[in-house]
């Protein structure tokens, strides 16, 4: 699951490749903000993210896109 967070006042956004699901996620987010914390969130390769909540701007939620190699018709 591919989760894109926009944070204010950065100029890009964070793309983190999780194996959590959609409602896991939007749970996590919804508490963090409802609660004023942080949102921690692990990445495939272990690794964590942490944002604080009152500076989430938007948190895109979907499936990751494999690239396709070639041309298609």
Known sequence: MEVKIGVQNAAR??????????????????DAISGAACSPLSDTKGRRTVVPAEKI???????????QVG???
């Not at 956004?13 to 919804?30: H, Q, R």
């Open 13 to 30: 956004e964070l793309v983190v490749e999780t194996d959590e699901s959609t409602d896991a996620i939007e749970k996590l987010v919804t």
């Open 57 to 67: 701007a938007y948190v895109e939620i979907g499936r990751s896109v494999v690239g």
């Open 71 to 73: 041309f298609r018709s």
